[in-house]
């Protein structure tokens, strides 16, 4: 990473309400990209951009914006900036503002800079307005709250999963034909059936993905909102009371995000049952093609590989990252990592390991120190708290198994059939590779699918430009430019306090948190400390691991503590290995310090830098409790 | 412990004799300490026997004190004071001065060696106390003045201040008193109690409830070095912790300069000056204040309601002993959560409501 090259700079800004100047984070305009990204504007679409025209910069200088680091740790590429984030633009945006109308919150306006996403919190301050809002919210949320388990496990389930299938289902020829077949003729069915299916299903597949999407903010909000009101009321009745206590009593989840480490604990104990056959041939550290073709040697590896194809629809949809990055991939497109974690699996087994998190165990200490409070109340104070607990186990659950289905199982879908979009512009040679297709927006594919109708219909022998393959070939310079480059935490001038509440639960932004960036921008932080949340209790120290792409995860050894901007649930597997976590990034209510909780691993999480601050070696101190970070000891 | 079970005469803290049940036994001193080892296998008071209200009036009786008793009490006119003053005089000197009969002697004498066996210190020291019948009674002046006499360590100062507190009874404004209600000279009896004194590295008062608030689900740990006297009468700012009860997790910590703590003396306790280096340490160890909020919870739990514990710690080479001296009522938010209760349950907002109210 090259974090000189931006967003270093700081600005004094107008004077603060106090008429001292304030320090504020450099304008859109402001930043200095490295020549390697000109032309990074081309990439994305008009409306993501900042500076536009000069209504338009005079609104976003008006604002405070900050890198959405939790989805976009690396910069996303065109063609999933204009799923992903056009959806977070429209969907997440909608639900408070049009949907739930959740009476402080309007929306988050977006902007991108050369693929990396900048949120702005837009609050509703009108008095009229909230009121408006709250009566709205009030019966909405209500009724959500009351009917969770019908619309989730009744209504949006399936919904997710029909969207899934009906993706999977549509075809894309991965050829244009020579000639429309003959029953185009003999069943008058017009002239280009051929071209308007490919039209058709790539229309029918960005309207499914945008569907899904609208999905995933369904819920969203509600949950961490059933959280939040928990969080407040155990504080009102317990003053004091920590993070970690209240973390501690909505611990021990069983949410649809573990089960794919689940399964792979089932399917390791099955292993090591049926035996040597399949034990030797798992931890053999040949490649999953090669295990495979071992494995349906025997009769016992027969019966191994039958229960691992019977589980890995949906279980093995999970993408190597966040979900978000196209180019990450699979397991079910390479199963590197879940034979991986087999080997390890197995090895431990064998060893004489327990495997997993015991989650009864788990439960039943939850569920213990949930008990022990609730007796320190009166019986009004206990009905109270009962309704505000049991909202919030309901509801809380949908944080992460949204997170399964749409980040991880949808997207695997979706950019599956995105490849067979891809195959076929190589087949008919405007592109080299089928990658190339996520190099370009949604829209642009669109074109891109016209013209290779267009070259098509021109017929045999027809001109194919090259123009687009050219235009791939620059964006994989500028997109590697992107990624090296290291973003502005935020652009404009903070706020003296941030008040939103889903900007602190979501992204843990915090007052403390800007100040220390703005800190950390102008040197004055301290090298050797971090704070953030206590968001998994347990004090441990050791080396540091610094994991910045997912695909470094195996790199992980015993014993060491792993600090990446954010925890993945795809980790799961490596968590046995690690003695505790440090995340850049992540409120107390983030998928990262859940699953260090699920996992028992003491965590800080959302400290804005350790892994800028932090290198591979350097011996680390956290405390899970007080959410400190301490370097101990610079590696050499 | 056989010989102690075998009579009523003296009981062991430890006895099943020795609980509320036997108040008449051994008065609500004793009793209160053997309920609170009932809490809990953990919950230790310091070792110790009550000298029951039998052996009370077994040694008026064979002394034929109560007669002398009776009849110096009946020529008084209780109007005047100065002739109750004078009556009071003559039945504590004559109770001070008379010898326990053999065979009670011999009880006594066996019960503090078991005690200084069960100790295994020879140089024991113990407090006398007094632990009147019937001392819950709203107004208590009846019961006498309660003495106490720390640092006892022999047998004979042992049996003599027993003989000091059984006529700790008939103080003047005590026998006014029961006479002017009509008391029978036998509803209010007295048994004392002869307990270990604590050599305390480190003592305190725990509240089992935040006292700033009312929060239940808090205990709060003020500690000293030394014995727990300054704690308790406030000459000292004491370390000061509130535990989160469910999760065991300190959530405010104040360590102050500590600059005086109590020591025992031979005459009994005194305040010294804490030595510079021990002044801004923390008295109690995070362990220590893991096992003093069990020891909260779990004495809480058997009186149901929330408590107010003076406790002790000792150190010796073999490891550290936990004592609980007393526990009574914390009373000042037991008497707010009874008026809540008796308060009709509003009805519960709904989760919507619930987040309105925090946005």
Redesign the interface.
């Known amino acids: 990473m090259e974090s000189e090259q931006s967003g270093s700079e700081l600005s004094e800004s107008a004077t603060s309400s106090t008429g001292e100047p304030r320090e504020r984070f450099p304008f859109a305009g402001e930043l200095d990209l490295p020549a390697e990204l000109d032309g990074w504007e081309e990439m994305y679409p008009e409306y993501f951009q900042f500076e536009l025209s000069e209504d338009r910069t005079d609104y976003e200088r008006g604002r405070f914006w900050f890198w959405d680091k939790k989805d976009t740790t690396e910069p996303l590429m065109p063609w999933d900036m204009t799923i992903s984030a056009q959806a977070w633009q429209i969907a997440m945006a909608q639900n408070p503002s049009r949907v739930f109308a959740i009476p402080p919150s309007m929306s988050v306006d977006i902007r991108v800079v050369a693929g990396y996403a900048y949120f702005t919190g837009i609050s509703v301050e009108d008095e009229e307005l909230l009121k408006e809002r709250a009566e709205i919210f009030k019966e909405r949320s209500e009724y959500y709250y009351e009917n969770y388990d019908a619309l989730y496990n009744g209504t949006w389930l399936p919904a997710v999963k029909e969207i899934g299938r009906e993706i999977d289902s549509l075809e894309v020829p991965a050829e244009l034909p020579e000639y429309v077949p003959d029953d185009v003729i003999t069943e008058g069915k017009g002239q280009s059936q051929s071209t308007l299916q490919v039209i058709r299903n790539y229309n029918r597949l960005t309207e499914l993905a945008l569907e899904g999407w609208q999905r995933h903010f369904e819920f969203l909000y509600l949950a961490y909102l059933a959280y939040m009101q928990f969080t407040e009321i155990s504080r009102d009745l317990f003053p004091d009371i920590s993070d970690d206590a209240i973390g501690k009593m909505v611990s021990a989840v069983e949410a649809d995000v573990f089960r794919p480490d689940q399964e792979l604990n089932d399917l390791a104990v099955l292993a090591d049952e049926l035996g040597d056959d399949v034990t030797s041939v798992l931890t053999s550290g040949e490649s999953p093609d090669v295990k495979r073709s071992r494995l349906e040697d025997s009769e016992a590896g027969r019966e191994f590989l039958e229960e691992f194809d019977a589980v890995k629809d949906p279980w093995f949809y999970m993408t190597y990252g966040d979900g978000f990055h196209s180019y990450k991939g699979s397991w079910i497109e390479d199963m590197e990592a879940p034979f991986d974690h087999l080997e390890s699996k197995i090895e431990r087994l064998q060893s004489g390991e327990e495997l997993g998190r015991d989650f009864e165990a788990l439960q039943s200490e939850r569920d213990a120190i949930v008990d022990e409070y609730r007796q320190y109340l009166d019986a009004e104070e206990r009905q109270e708290f009962d309704h505000a607990y049991e909202t919030c186990m309901s509801v809380y659950e949908y944080a992460e198994n949204h997170q399964f289905w749409i980040e991880n199982w949808l997207h695997t879908i979706i950019f599956r059939k995105m490849r067979e979009f891809g195959e076929l512009l190589v087949n008919h040679g405007l592109l080299a590779d089928s990658e190339e297709i996520f190099l370009f927006t949604r829209f642009e594919v669109a074109e891109l699918l016209e013209e290779v109708c267009e070259t098509w219909a021109l017929g045999k022998g027809a001109f194919v430009p090259t123009r687009w393959k050219d235009r791939a070939a620059d964006r994989k310079e500028t997109f590697e430019a992107a990624k090296a480059w290291d973003p502005s935490p935020a652009l404009g001038e903070p706020p003296e306090e941030v008040t939103d509440p889903l900007m602190q639960m979501l992204w843990g932004i915090t007052t403390e948190k800007v100040n220390n960036w703005l800190d950390i921008e102008s040197d004055d932080g301290d090298s050797s400390h971090l704070e953030g949340f206590g968001s998994s209790s347990g004090q441990v120290q050791g080396p540091a691991r610094v994991v910045n792409d997912s695909s470094d995860i195996d790199k992980l050894e015993d014993g060491e503590v792993l600090v990446a901007p954010l925890t993945n649930p795809a980790w799961a597997p490596v968590f046995p290995r690690a003695k505790g976590a440090v995340t850049d990034d992540g409120g107390i209510t983030s998928h990262a310090a859940i699953v260090c909780r699920e996992y028992g691993l003491p965590a800080v999480t959302g400290t804005g830098h350790a892994t800028s601050l932090i290198e591979t070696g350097d011996l680390i101190r956290l405390d899970g409790e007080t959410g400190e970070v301490e370097i101990l000891e610079k590696a050499e | 412990m056989e010989t102690m079970a075998d009579s009523t005469y003296t009981v062991h803290f430890d006895s099943p004799n020795c609980t509320k049940a036997n108040i008449g036994l051994v008065g609500g001193k004793n009793a209160s300490l053997g309920e609170l080892m009932e809490a809990g296998d953990d919950v230790q008071v310091p070792p110790g026997f009550a000298v029951t209200t039998d052996f009370y009036e077994a040694f008026l009786e064979t002394q034929s004190l109560d007669k002398y008793i009776t009849d110096r009490i009946a020529e008084v006119d209780i109007d005047d004071d100065n002739a109750v003053a004078a009556a009071s005089r003559d039945i504590r000197e004559h109770i001070e001065s008379a010898s326990f009969p053999d065979f009670l002697a011999a009880e006594l004498e066996s019960s503090w060696e078991q005690l200084q066996a069960e100790t295994g210190e020879s140089d024991l020291q113990v407090a006398v106390r007094s632990s009147a019948t019937a001392e819950d009674l709203p107004d208590a002046s009846f019961a006498g003045q309660q003495d106490t006499y720390l640092n006892v360590t022999d047998f004979d100062a042992v049996a003599q201040r027993t003989k000091e507190c059984m006529a700790s009874l008939f103080t003047a404004r005590a026998i006014t008193y029961r006479e002017k209600h009509g008391f029978d000279r036998d509803e209010v009896l007295i048994s004392v109690g002869i307990q270990k004194m604590v050599e305390a590295r480190s003592s305190g008062v725990m509240f089992t409830v935040?006292p700033s608030?009312g929060?239940?689900?808090?205990v709060r740990i003020e500690s000293n070095w030394g014995l727990g006297e300054a704690v308790v009468s406030g000459i000292v700012t004491p370390d000061s912790f509130?535990v989160?009860?469910?999760?065991y997790?300190i959530?405010?910590r104040n360590v102050p300069d500590k600059d005086v703590m109590t020591v025992p003396t031979d005459a009994g306790t005194e305040e010294v000056e804490i030595e510079e280096e021990k002044r801004d340490v923390p008295s109690v160890t995070a362990d220590e204040l893991i096992k003093l909020t069990d020891l909260a919870k779990t004495i809480e739990q058997h009186y149901d309601e929330p408590q107010d514990i003076e406790w002790a710690i000792e150190e010796h080479s073999e490891g550290t002993q936990f004592y609980v001296l007393q526990s009574r009522p914390e009373t000042a938010w037991n008497d707010e959560?009874d008026e809540?209760?008796s308060s009709s349950?509003?009805t519960?907002?709904?989760?919507?409501?619930?987040?309105?109210d925090?946005?």
């Open positions: 935040n608030n929060d239940r689900s808090k509130l989160d009860k469910p999760v997790k959530v405010d959560a809540a209760n349950p509003s519960t907002t709904s989760t919507a409501d619930r987040i309105l925090q946005l």
